[in-house]
């Protein structure tokens, strides 16, 4: 499985972004698809995830009500829509894909993108 992320970008506090992560090769195999940030100096966090088929999703919480985690089937996309964005988003974030369940914990994502910088100024 390839993962190609982007969308990142530099916007001012309260603007939006959208990621994209599109999926190729043998995306029969993902169970479900994250995205995870890491912002400089800290460690890699979890952001949201959407199951690969289905509508279940998971939030963390400092994004739950702002960033919204969907899926286009056809064209095995994953989005990141995030609205309301805060400096604390600014982080380089990663499209990750899981074939063994809906976790939030990156060990079990076998499959990640390149990773697209978003910046929040304040």
């Known amino acids: 499985v390839q993962l190609q992320a982007s969308g990142g970008g530099l916007v001012q506090a309260g603007g939006s972004l959208r990621l994209s992560c599109a999926a190729s090769?043998?995306?029969?195999?993902?169970?479900?698809m994250a995205w995870f940030r890491q912002a400089p100096g800290k460690e890699r966090e979890f952001v949201a995830l959407?199951?690969?088929?289905?509508?279940?999703?998971n939030y963390a919480d400092s994004v739950r009500g702002r960033f919204t985690i969907s899926r286009d089937d056809a064209k095995k996309t994953v989005y990141l829509q995030m609205n309301s964005l805060e400096p604390e988003d600014t982080a380089i974030y990663y499209c990750a894909a899981s074939p063994r369940g809906p976790t939030t914990n990156q060990v079990f994502y076998d499959y990640w993108g390149q990773g697209t910088q978003v910046t929040v100024s304040s």
């Open positions: 090769g043998r995306a029969f195999s993902i169970y479900a």
């Open positions: 959407i199951m690969w088929s289905g509508s279940s999703a």
